[in-house]
């Protein structure tokens, strides 16, 4: 038979990990009601959601790369292997754009085309 004794004995005041309000609950217990705890993984899965937009990220990372690029090397040539030695995936792009002979890959404002198999260069307000 289990005692009141042994019943309470887990338990103690402690306050919610959500809304920081003292509740008495089980020892391991870390919110004060199932609202708090669902209201703090809501918030872990919206987190986690904006946190794993792989393309969103790489673009952001690849147009980081072709403006600091640009910066330091304007309409140069510029060896591929520099771009993904900085974190550039020329999978990611937002768009293309056909002249004559050359595609020009853009990430926002900037744009990128082949100048040989081994060299790129960069164009700005693509
Ligand atoms: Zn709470």
Redesign the pocket.
């Known amino acids: 038979m289990i005692s009141l004794n042994d019943k309470f004995v887990n338990m103690k005041e402690t306050n ?6 003292p ?1 008495f609950g089980r020892s391991n217990q870390i ?3 199932i ?2 705890k669902a209201q703090t993984n809501n918030a872990i899965a919206a987190q986690r959601k904006k946190a794993t937009r792989p393309g969103e990220v790489q673009l952001r990372v690849n147009h980081l790369v072709l403006d600091r690029l640009y910066r330091e090397y304007r309409n140069q040539s510029i060896d591929k292997r520099l771009l993904h030695l900085m974190g550039f995936e020329a999978e990611f792009f937002t768009g293309i754009k056909r002249n004559e002979s050359k595609n020009l890959y853009l990430i926002f404002d900037f744009g990128y085309f082949l100048d040989t198999n081994d060299t790129i260069k960069i164009v700005k307000d693509a």
């Open positions: 919610c990990k959500h809304c920081t309000s509740f919110y004060c009601s609202t708090c």
